[in-house]
């Protein structure tokens, strides 16, 4: 079944939409459940194909699962782990899985898990993983594609990362967690991400301090001590991103709730810059509107706090149509201009060169049929199409399914004319008729 999205372009987007449970926050508490011989329950839990792949990583790994979809939780029974292998089958389909690395570490004192590989956005190598998880003492070997990691005891240490790796710290936190003695990580990942992640094995019994700045210190605990808990993750701050992007793509007006706009400060200055109105009306909701045409920015992505990676595509289209010209410097990834071909498709004015892209703004975007190269590349199409004249196709969808929780759903619900189909499904009823439509095709 090859599913699309078929979206009539040229509606202003207006409403409320609650943002989901933040996906790469979620990702990583689930890897820490493991620490805990007995259960955690996590809140919060957006429904999304990547939350699947990792619950099946752990349930391969024995834990037991309890998957509540309308209270959107999941509780995890970690008191039996029978298997110290993450497969290459679920690693490879979702490198966040990669993070267990150091949870089985701590937990059994032996790992084996798969190598992630390339991907398509850059080479995203592992090397700062390996190389902390060394200097807390591990012998690690690569062999036939998995990393098979060993540690009698994991003893606390200085460990300086080249670059602050969100998964990197996460790894090293994790493993470090039980660590003899204290580890400090310098030059950390600041994201709120790895804030949350210190949070719950706070809640658990470890010791950690500093998350959220640039040195953070884990003072290890005895492994007995660490005990069930329930945590809520925070909300997902580039799903926020992307429908405040939506609304002023669009020069609609919205109110963002279940959003903590601490998360998104030099994003959404960025969009002040731009022209849109932004409101923090309470401490978990922005209003967001936009009246006139946009300016064009300059920005460069850069580890948190600054600009986002993951909203550079759905920033670049806003840039599309903007007045005059926008510079974006990519520095995060290689290849994190999978959308440009496809905006230039629907009439974008862009030239790529190396991670510099130079956008033209153009007085108004077509729709044409486009694909979803990755996940924010996907949601990037999806705005270009809500902003374009006429109809836009959006194909591979799987990509979208991976991080928006009911995308279609809540976009149709501010209005937005968008609907998910396959190869069977007519969608000749397209408009008026567009929420019966979802009902029966988004389920
Ligand atoms: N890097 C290395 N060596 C390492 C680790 C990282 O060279 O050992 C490089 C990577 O190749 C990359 C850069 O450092 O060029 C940053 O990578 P980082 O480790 O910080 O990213 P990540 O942990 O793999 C997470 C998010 C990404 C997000 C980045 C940056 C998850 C599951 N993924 O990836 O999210 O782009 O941080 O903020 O948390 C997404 O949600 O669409 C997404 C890709």
Same mark, same amino acid.
């Given at each position: 079944?090859?599913?699309?999205?078929?979206?009539?372009?040229?509606?202003?987007?207006?409403?409320?939409?609650?943002?989901?449970?933040?996906?790469?926050?979620?990702?990583?508490?689930?890897?820490?459940?493991?620490?805990?011989?007995?259960? @955690?329950? /996590?809140? !919060?839990?957006? $429904?999304?194909?990547?939350?699947?792949?990792?619950? #099946?990583? *752990?349930?391969?790994? %024995? +834990?037991?699962?309890?998957?509540?979809?309308?209270?959107?939780?999941?509780?995890?029974?970690?008191?039996?782990?029978?298997?110290?292998?993450?497969?290459?089958?679920?690693?490879?389909?979702?490198?966040?899985?990669?993070?267990?690395?150091?949870?089985?570490?701590?937990?059994?004192?032996?790992?084996?898990?798969?190598?992630?590989?390339?991907?398509?956005?850059?080479?995203?190598?592992?090397?700062?993983?390996?190389?902390?998880?060394?200097?807390?003492?591990?012998?690690?070997?690569?062999?036939?594609?998995?990393?098979?990691?060993?540690?009698?005891?994991?003893?606390?240490?200085?460990?300086?990362?080249?670059?602050?790796?969100?998964?990197?710290?996460?790894?090293?936190?994790?493993?470090?967690?039980?660590?003899?003695?204290? @580890?400090? /990580?310098? !030059?950390?990942? $600041?994201?709120?991400?790895?804030?949350?992640?210190? #949070?719950? *094995?706070?809640?658990? %019994? +470890?010791?950690?301090?500093?998350?959220?700045?640039?040195?953070?210190?884990?003072?290890?605990?005895?492994?007995?001590?660490?005990?069930?808990?329930?945590?809520?993750?925070?909300?997902?701050?580039?799903?926020?991103?992307?429908?405040?992007?939506?609304?002023?793509?669009?020069?609609?007006?919205?109110?963002?709730?279940?959003?903590?706009?601490?998360?998104?400060?030099?994003?959404?200055?960025?969009?002040?810059?731009?022209?849109?109105?932004?409101?923090?009306?309470?401490?978990?909701?922005?209003?967001?509107?936009?009246?006139?045409?946009?300016?064009?920015?300059?920005?460069?992505?850069?580890?948190?706090?600054?600009?986002?990676?993951?909203?550079?595509?759905?920033?670049?289209?806003?840039?599309?149509?903007?007045?005059?010209?926008?510079? /974006?410097?990519?520095?995060?990834?290689?290849?994190?201009?999978?959308?440009?071909?496809?905006?230039?498709?629907?009439?974008?004015?862009?030239?790529?060169?190396?991670?510099?892209?130079?956008?033209?703004?153009?007085?108004?975007?077509?729709?044409?049929?486009?694909?979803?190269?990755?996940?924010?590349?996907?949601?990037?199409?999806?705005?270009?199409?809500?902003?374009?004249?006429?109809?836009?196709?959006?194909?591979?969808?799987?990509?979208?399914?991976?991080?928006?929780?009911?995308?279609?759903?809540?976009?149709?619900?501010?209005?937005?004319?968008?609907?998910?189909?396959?190869?069977?499904?007519?969608?000749?009823?397209?408009?008026?008729?567009?929420?019966?439509?979802?009902?029966?095709?988004?389920?």
């Amino acid at each position: 079944m090859v599913e699309k999205f078929k979206i009539q372009g040229g509606e202003a987007l207006k409403g409320e939409v609650s943002v989901s449970g933040a996906k790469n926050s979620v990702l990583k508490l689930f890897a820490a459940s493991i620490l805990v011989k007995g259960s @955690t329950k /996590i809140y !919060n839990v957006p $429904q999304l194909t990547d939350v699947n792949i990792m619950l #099946n990583v *752990l349930s391969d790994l %024995g +834990a037991k699962l309890d998957y509540n979809l309308e209270e959107k939780s999941v509780s995890i029974d970690a008191t039996d782990i029978t298997s110290i292998t993450a497969k290459y089958e679920l690693v490879s389909k979702m490198r966040a899985s990669f993070t267990i690395l150091g949870a089985l570490l701590a937990r059994c004192k032996e790992a084996i898990v798969a190598l992630p590989g390339g991907c398509a956005i850059g080479e995203r190598r592992v090397d700062f993983h390996i190389k902390g998880l060394e200097a807390l003492g591990a012998k690690i070997k690569i062999e036939n594609g998995y990393v098979h990691a060993k540690a009698s005891k994991l003893v606390g240490t200085d460990i300086y990362l080249d670059i602050p790796s969100v998964g990197a710290t996460e790894n090293l936190m994790l493993a470090a967690v039980t660590a003899q003695g204290a @580890t400090r /990580i310098q !030059n950390a990942a $600041q994201e709120p991400e790895i804030l949350d992640l210190a #949070n719950f *094995l706070n809640t658990i %019994g +470890a010791d950690i301090t500093g998350a959220g700045t640039s040195e953070i210190v884990i003072n290890g605990v005895p492994r007995e001590s660490l005990h069930s808990a329930e945590y809520t993750t925070i909300p997902d701050r580039i799903e926020a991103g992307t429908f405040m992007a939506a609304v002023v793509g669009t020069k609609g007006k919205a109110v963002i709730r279940n959003v903590y706009p601490a998360h998104l400060t030099f994003f959404n200055d960025k969009l002040i810059k731009m022209g849109a109105n932004i409101k923090l009306a309470d401490p978990t909701t922005i209003e967001v509107s936009c009246k006139s045409k946009l300016n064009s920015i300059n920005f460069v992505t850069q580890p948190y706090p600054g600009f986002p990676t993951d909203l550079q595509a759905i920033a670049m289209t806003l840039l599309t149509t903007s007045n005059g010209v926008g510079i /974006i410097t990519e520095s995060l990834y290689e290849n994190r201009f999978m959308q440009v071909p496809d905006l230039r498709r629907m009439g974008a004015d862009i030239h790529q060169d190396r991670n510099h892209a130079i956008i033209k703004g153009v007085k108004y975007l077509t729709g044409a049929t486009v694909v979803a190269s990755d996940l924010r590349a996907g949601a990037a199409l999806v705005i270009a199409g809500l902003m374009a004249n006429g109809e836009t196709y959006v194909e591979k969808l799987h990509h979208i399914d991976r991080g928006y929780e009911s995308f279609e759903q809540k976009l149709s619900n501010l209005g937005a004319k968008i609907i998910r189909f396959d190869d069977e499904t007519t969608v000749n009823n397209i408009g008026t008729n567009i929420k019966g439509v979802l009902n029966e095709s988004c389920l």
